[in-house]
């Protein structure tokens, strides 16, 4: 008799990324936009598992999980059935169940559905037993979305082209972040189509070149990256949503070095001096009253990582407004 043994199921852990600089260029005829950007990733992360399973699908808790779908278009599910087609199993029956556990706000501009996705390539690579490099995975995941490749990396990253090509920054420095949630998400090609309709009718701010936020993040001196900070879609999501503008004034007079709409938002992001300030920031933007919740985060932190079970999750301070 031949027993089949049923391999364990994996969790990966994904963060969430800010755009310390996104330089947005001219619509391009398949309707993206070239980009420069640097990425962060913070240590506000998702939890994908993946399992074999009879019954396949996709499960989602925590954060904003009743807008997130759990059939086809969920990004995770979509993941899982690229890879299955690339390692020539049956797409339509891959035999998996994905379990999520969000704490990346939906549609916030922190590429949560993006992270989903990543986590769901490493996991199944593992669980698979595949032979595949995480530049492999890249390719697979630049085709889900501009932002997923940049959640197997982690860390700090510049990105091009549609914001997929991604090089590695280096840096040993911690940077310490405020994050505000919008009682609603913000459609990403709503932003990106509004920036286009403003820059018809006028010249929205254009962030400046990215070699000073090179040497800003090198330097680990959060009072000089905090001056450098800049994101053309700012501009669009403010247009959008004219309550950012409060948001952003109030992490401010909170006492945070800087604040910025986290890529396409409404998440908006604040540098603080250091883990104190960040903390006591958070405690004084919740009291505003001018956004859902307030969250304190650090980075870079590492990308899409396998984590053992008994390694407990980082339960970031959660403030509600
Ligand atoms: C705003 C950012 O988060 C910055 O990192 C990303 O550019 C968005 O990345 P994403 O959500 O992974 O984007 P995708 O899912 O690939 O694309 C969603 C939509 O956003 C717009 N889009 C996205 C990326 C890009 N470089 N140009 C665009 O115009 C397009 O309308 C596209 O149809
Ligand atoms: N696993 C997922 N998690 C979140 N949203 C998902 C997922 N799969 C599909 N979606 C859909 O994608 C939309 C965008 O979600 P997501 O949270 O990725 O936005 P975002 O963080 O603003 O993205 P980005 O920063 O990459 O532009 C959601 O409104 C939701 O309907």
């Known amino acids: 008799m031949v027993l089949a043994v049923v391999p364990p199921p994996v969790t990966v852990r994904v963060p969430a990324k800010v755009n310390l600089h996104l330089a947005v260029g001219d619509v391009r005829p398949d309707g993206y936009h070239d980009l420069v950007t640097v990425f962060q990733a913070l240590s506000l992360v998702d939890e994908v598992t993946v399992a074999v399973a009879d019954e396949p699908g996709v499960e989602v808790h925590g954060e904003g999980a009743d807008q997130v779908p759990t059939g086809a278009s969920n990004l995770a599910w979509r993941a899982v059935q690229l890879l299955a087609a690339h390692v020539g199993r049956d797409a339509d029956d891959p035999k998996v169940r994905v379990v999520i556990r969000k704490a990346i706000p939906v549609a916030g501009g922190m590429a949560g559905g993006s992270a989903d996705a990543a986590a769901a390539l490493v996991g199944l690579s593992s669980l698979w037993r595949l032979d595949i490099s995480r530049d492999e995975l890249a390719e697979l995941a630049g085709k889900l979305g501009a932002d997923v490749p940049f959640a197997l990396y982690g860390a700090t990253a510049l990105g091009t082209g549609r914001g997929e090509r991604i090089v590695p920054v280096l840096g040993r420095h911690q940077f310490h972040w405020v994050l505000a949630f919008d009682r609603r998400g913000l459609s990403t090609p709503d932003v ?25 993040l090198s330097s680990g001196d959060p009072r000089q990256l905090a001056l450098l900070l800049g994101n053309d879609l700012q501009a669009a999501a403010v247009s959008l949503r004219p ?48 956004c859902r919740t307030v969250r304190v985060a650090h980075g870079p932190v590492p990308g899409a990582r396998v984590i053992t079970t008994e390694e407990p999750k980082p339960t970031p301070p959660e403030v509600h407004a």
């Open 192 to 216: 990106f189509d509004e920036l286009d309709r403003l820059r018809a009718e006028g010249d929205p701010p254009r962030v400046g070149e990215v070699e000073a936020v090179l040497e800003g």
């Open 243 to 290: 309550n950012l503008r409060r948001t952003l004034r109030a992490g401010v007079d909170a006492g945070a070095l800087a604040g910025i709409v986290s890529g396409s938002g409404p998440t908006t992001a604040f540098l603080c001096e250091d883990g104190d300030a960040a903390v006591k920031v958070a405690a004084e933007l919740a009291g505003a009253g001018v």
